[in-house]
Nanobody, 123 residues
Framework: QVQLVESGGGLVQAGGSLRLACAVS????????VAWFRQARGKEREFVVG????????SYTNSMYGRFLISRDNAKNTVYLQMSSLKPEDTAVYYC????????????????WGQGTQVTVSS
């Protein structure tokens, strides 16, 4: 059974930083993609950034590029999201998702999801 567990969310002031982690168990990642999505209250879940496990290639939503950085630890089967220069509009529940195939940016393409972690950025 594949499980994704996010951690690292919390409350931070605008301009601050947080690092989220997504630990994947029940599946050894190889030809997979792992992505971060977020969902603000009353809005659709949106793609933030993703990584192709095999070669580490990444894809970012334009508005996050330069502020957010995704990385992976192969040995720990874990993906990290380093978020900097946070803004109040970054407030959302952040979800980790995985799929057994190429990186895609639409949420329907992912088979496995974590429970989400709340990120709140105060002004």
């Amino acid at each position: 059974q594949v499980q994704l567990v996010e951690s690292g969310g919390g409350l931070v002031q605008a301009g601050g930083s947080l690092r989220l982690a997504c630990a994947v168990s029940g599946r050894t990642l190889s030809n997979d993609a792992v992505a971060w999505f977020r969902q603000a209250r009353g809005k659709e879940r949106e793609f933030v950034v993703g990584i192709t496990w095999s070669d580490g290639s990444t894809s970012y939503t334009n508005s996050m590029y330069g502020r957010f950085l995704i990385s992976r630890d192969n040995a720990k089967n874990t993906v990290y999201l380093q978020m900097s220069s946070l803004k109040p509009e970054d407030t959302a529940v952040y979800y980790c998702a995985a799929r057994g195939g190429p990186l895609v940016t639409f949420k329907e393409g992912y088979d496995y999801w974590g429970q989400g972690t709340q990120v709140t950025v105060s002004s």
